[in-house]
């Protein structure tokens, strides 16, 4: 919430509706509650609600000049006594944030007892005429100087030559085809040469041999013995 400056002695208009949920300090008859305001040097006291109970009503309304930098009241609730002294029931703080800024405030302060403990509520309306409130944004909007047309951005010639257009033909250029020469099927027995007759002839020439051959002679050479083997001892 912002800071109200420059409200030093203005009015500010209060008004005490009631009080709601009071502490009751009375055992065998009904509470007579009163209500205190203190600004600066300014107070004001309420007339006495005889036989307000806990809920009493007052409906008054005083005028408060503001001081600068001063930014709540002091509220405070008593219980009349016509023989002993006033009973004390509670007090408390309003905050005057809402109403100089917004220019209404109809809140309830709670007041607490001198233990520190919830003693009812007061129920208090403000309003201060002077309030600054920010000013609302029009939804028509004028602009300050016509808006300026301003041209197309014109349109170049190509630096280049176009393309030539694009050909669908294949690349390369497919070859024609040769023409099919059909050929019997399965194809003729092909002429082997005559194999030879065996045997071959021999690339050897012995000299025929005629059968039985002649004894071959002794392996061994002759000695001088009788020719018997093995031979005899010496």
């Not at 949920?21 to 008859?29: H, I, M, N």
């Not at 809402?98 to 129920?123: E, F, I, N, R």
């Not at 403000?126 to 409130?133: G, I, P, S, T, Y």
Request: with cysteine; hydrophobic share 25%; proline share 16%.
């Amino acid at each position: 919430m912002s800071t109200v400056y420059g409200i030093q002695g203005q009015p500010l208009d209060v008004t005490i509706v009631g009080c709601s949920k009071l502490k009751d300090t009375e055992w065998l008859s009904r509470q007579d509650p009163y209500v205190c305001l203190e600004y600066a040097s300014t107070k004001y006291r309420t007339r006495t609600c005889t036989d307000g109970g806990k809920h009493p009503v007052f409906q008054e309304k005083t005028v408060i000049p503001l001081i600068e930098g001063l930014r709540e009241i002091t509220v405070t609730v008593w219980n009349s006594n016509t023989i002993n002294l006033d009973d004390f029931i509670g007090s408390g703080r309003i905050q005057l944030q809402k109403v100089l800024s917004q220019g209404y405030d109809d809140s309830s302060w709670p007041v607490q007892s001198k233990s520190g403990k919830y003693a009812g509520d007061v129920k208090v309306i403000l309003h201060f005429h002077n309030a600054q409130k920010p000013q609302q944004c029009s939804s028509s909007y004028s602009p300050s100087a016509p808006m300026q047309a301003y041209a197309p951005p014109p349109q170049y010639a190509p630096a280049y030559p176009p393309a030539a257009p694009y050909s669908a033909a294949a690349y390369p250029p497919a070859q024609p085809a040769a023409p099919y020469l059909q050929s019997a099927y399965p194809p003729p027995m092909m002429q082997y040469p005559q194999q030879q007759t065996y045997p071959y002839p021999s690339p050897y020439n012995y000299p025929s041999q005629s059968y039985p051959l002649p004894p071959a002679q002794p392996y061994y050479p002759s000695g001088p013995y009788s020719g018997a083997y093995p031979p005899p001892p010496y």
